[in-house]
């Protein structure tokens, strides 16, 4: 079983930055593609980022957002700068049963239990 934990989110003006982090726990979280994704209310959760193999970003944060891993503390990192409201959103830690990380990928089979961003302008 895998377990995932984020932190880390909260209010912020435009222009500011945060840092998330998602605690990951479970016998085989090395060989998971690990996530990041984002939703709000009446659309879909769409992929922000994401660890395994490759590194991939959605071309709304590219130069902007930079994933991590903190191999000492079990963590995966997003770090967040130049925020605009646009990136105001429950943000999901996920993980993915397969690895190296797929460029499209359908189905995530584990969600922690997300974390909120907002984004004042």
């Known amino acids: 079983q895998v377990q995932l934990v984020e932190s880390g989110g909260g209010s912020m003006q435009a222009g500011g930055s945060l840092r998330l982090s998602c605690a990951y726990s479970?016998?085989?979280?090395?060989?998971?593609?690990l996530g990041w994704w984002r939703q709000v209310p009446g659309k879909e959760r769409e992929k922000v980022a994401t660890?395994?193999?490759?590194?991939a970003y959605a071309d709304s944060v590219k130069g902007r957002f930079t994933i991590s891993k903190d191999h000492v503390k079990n963590t995966l990192d997003l770090q967040m700068n130049n925020l605009s409201p646009e990136d105001t959103a429950m943000y999901y830690c996920?993980?993915?049963?397969?690895?190296?990380?797929?460029?499209?990928?359908?189905?995530?089979?584990?969600w922690g239990q997300g974390t909120r961003v907002t984004v004042s302008s």
């Open positions: 996920g993980a993915v049963k397969w690895w190296p990380c797929a460029s499209t990928i359908t189905t995530v089979d584990y």
């Open positions: 479970g016998d085989i979280v090395n060989r998971l593609c």
């Open positions: 660890l395994g193999g490759t590194t």
